[in-house]
């Protein structure tokens, strides 16, 4: 099946959806001072705010995928905007911590999980030979709403409060974020999912009962806090080492720098080496970093970690739904992706608020890194077990 112009245009809204939506999420590093500060708050207790919007958008991601099998991306995206500006515009008049859990944690998180995997998801139909290169072009959102987004609110709150910061962050997601999403559509082979005929695939009660999804699943859950603990706590060792705050929140901004590189070029690897293979070598490669980031002593250690961490994670995530698609086919591919992500969910609560209790107790890191790498090792194991068990189909 020869793809169809449009499919592209799907492509870079998705891209635009992707990168407002980590954006916001990642902008947590940006607003951590401000956090711990207007609240008196310890770290684990500011790490409860990005944990709790990562577990709520990853276990209700599924949920996403189903209303977006179900009524189509755009309009289960549209809706996610307006949440996420709505969750923005309430943290902002936030008094207490705990209303900040409530709206950036809970609604943000909500929203989030709307726009995630029913937009990624929806790329994957539309794309037969090219599907790598077309999924980590489209999740390259991430990586550059990850290295703009944080950057550029950090830059805000110098001239402005971080309250006023919030709402003009708030407004873009709302008028940029509604305008990409209005542009996104079920691809033409997924159209019968959509209007109760049949698409190639399995149901999404027939993959969970697949073992090559259960060892993809196992492998997700074990990644997950090696994953996000960085995205939370990176700025803050940043900090502890004397660096200023632009270059310490500038290292998630690299983070997003590496993973825009690891998305672009994963795809065309992928495409060839085998993407369940790559998914193996980057598992194993995203763990092998951390070694960097224990070993920092000044900024340039830190530079290499965030660009080395980056490209591992951004090519991670953007192999996840084009195995979905291999592996289980188009029928039920959005709330298949939506119940693979939902294994990140308790390693993005626990894994930033364990990290940060674990430096409240002992004031430094060195207990964390090690953790995960013996988590990171184990996730390639069983990546490498899920290419093992059962070839690609579709």
Same mark, same amino acid.
């Given at each position: 099946m020869?793809?169809t112009?449009?499919?592209?245009?799907?492509?870079?809204?998705?891209?635009?959806? /992707?990168?407002?939506?980590?954006?916001?999420?990642? *902008?947590?590093?940006?607003?951590?001072?401000?956090?711990?500060?207007?609240?008196?708050?310890? @770290?684990?207790?500011?790490s409860?705010?990005?944990?709790?919007?990562?577990?709520?958008?990853? $276990?209700?991601?599924?949920?996403?995928?189903?209303?977006?099998?179900?009524?189509?991306? @755009?309009?289960?995206?549209?809706?996610g905007?307006?949440?996420?500006?709505?969750?923005?515009?309430?943290?902002?008049?936030?008094?207490?911590l705990?209303?900040?859990?409530?709206?950036?944690?809970?609604?943000?998180?909500?929203?989030? %999980?709307?726009?995630?995997?029913?937009s990624? +998801?929806?790329?994957?139909p539309w794309?037969?030979?090219?599907r790598?290169?077309?999924?980590?072009?489209?999740?390259?959102?991430?990586?550059?709403?990850?290295?703009?987004?944080?950057?550029?609110?950090?830059?805000?709150?110098?001239?402005m409060?971080? @309250?006023?910061?919030?709402?003009?962050?708030a407004?873009?997601?709302?008028?940029?974020?509604?305008l990409?999403?209005?542009?996104?559509?079920? %691809?033409?082979?997924?159209q019968?999912?959509?209007?109760?005929?049949?698409?190639?695939?399995?149901? /999404?009660?027939?993959?969970?009962?697949?073992?090559t999804? @259960?060892?993809?699943?196992?492998?997700?859950?074990l990644?997950?806090?090696?994953?996000?603990?960085?995205?939370?706590?990176?700025?803050?060792?940043?900090?502890?080492l004397?660096?200023?705050?632009?270059?310490?929140?500038?290292?998630?901004?690299?983070?997003g720098?590496?993973? /825009?590189?690891g998305?672009?070029?994963?795809?065309?690897?992928?495409?060839?080496?085998?993407?369940?293979?790559?998914?193996?070598?980057?598992?194993?490669?995203?763990?092998?970093?951390?070694?960097?980031?224990?070993?920092?002593?000044? #900024?340039?250690?830190?530079?290499?970690?965030?660009?080395?961490?980056?490209?591992?994670?951004g090519?991670?995530? *953007?192999?996840?739904?084009?195995?979905?698609?291999?592996?289980f086919?188009?029928?039920?591919?959005?709330?298949?992706?939506?119940?693979?992500?939902?294994?990140?969910?308790?390693?993005?609560?626990?894994?930033?608020?364990?990290?940060?209790?674990v430096?409240?107790?002992?004031? #430094?890191?060195?207990?964390?890194?090690?953790?995960?790498? $013996?988590?990171?090792?184990? +996730?390639?194991?069983?990546?490498?077990?899920?290419?093992?068990?059962?070839?690609?189909?579709y």
């Amino acid at each position: 099946m020869k793809e169809t112009p449009y499919a592209w245009v799907v492509v870079w809204a998705t891209f635009v959806c /992707l990168a407002l939506i980590f954006g916001v999420s990642y *902008s947590f590093a940006a607003f951590f001072e401000s956090f711990a500060v207007e609240f008196s708050a310890q @770290r684990a207790d500011v790490s409860w705010i990005f944990g709790l919007s990562g577990f709520v958008y990853f $276990v209700l991601g599924a949920g996403g995928g189903m209303l977006a099998d179900r009524f189509g991306p @755009r309009i289960v995206c549209s809706a996610g905007m307006a949440l996420i500006a709505l969750g923005l515009l309430a943290t902002s008049w936030a008094t207490s911590l705990q209303a900040v859990y409530v709206s950036y944690g809970l609604l943000v998180g909500l929203g989030i %999980a709307l726009v995630y995997t029913p937009s990624i +998801a929806s790329v994957q139909p539309w794309f037969t030979t090219r599907r790598g290169l077309a999924g980590g072009i489209a999740s390259s959102g991430v990586g550059a709403g990850t290295l703009l987004v944080p950057v550029l609110v950090a830059m805000a709150i110098g001239p402005m409060p971080w @309250r006023e910061a919030m709402q003009v962050l708030a407004l873009g997601v709302l008028v940029l974020g509604l305008l990409a999403a209005a542009l996104l559509r079920r %691809a033409p082979a997924a159209q019968a999912t959509g209007a109760g005929g049949s698409a190639t695939g399995l149901t /999404l009660r027939e993959t969970l009962r697949n073992p090559t999804f @259960r060892w993809l699943y196992l492998a997700t859950v074990l990644a997950s806090s090696v994953m996000f603990i960085p995205f939370a706590h990176v700025s803050a060792s940043a900090r502890d080492l004397g660096l200023s705050e632009a270059l310490a929140v500038g290292l998630v901004g690299l983070i997003g720098v590496g993973s /825009l590189v690891g998305r672009f070029a994963i795809g065309l690897v992928a495409d060839r080496l085998g993407r369940a293979q790559t998914l193996v070598l980057m598992q194993l490669s995203m763990g092998a970093s951390y070694l960097l980031w224990g070993a920092a002593d000044g #900024h340039a250690l830190l530079v290499l970690f965030a660009l080395w961490f980056g490209l591992s994670y951004g090519s991670i995530v *953007s192999l996840l739904p084009a195995i979905c698609m291999d592996y289980f086919g188009g029928k039920s591919v959005a709330s298949v992706v939506g119940a693979l992500y939902s294994g990140a969910a308790v390693g993005n609560l626990l894994g930033p608020v364990l990290a940060g209790a674990v430096f409240d107790h002992s004031g #430094h890191y060195l207990g964390v890194m090690a953790v995960c790498g $013996v988590l990171s090792l184990c +996730a390639t194991l069983a990546s490498r077990q899920m290419k093992r068990s059962g070839l690609a189909q579709y």
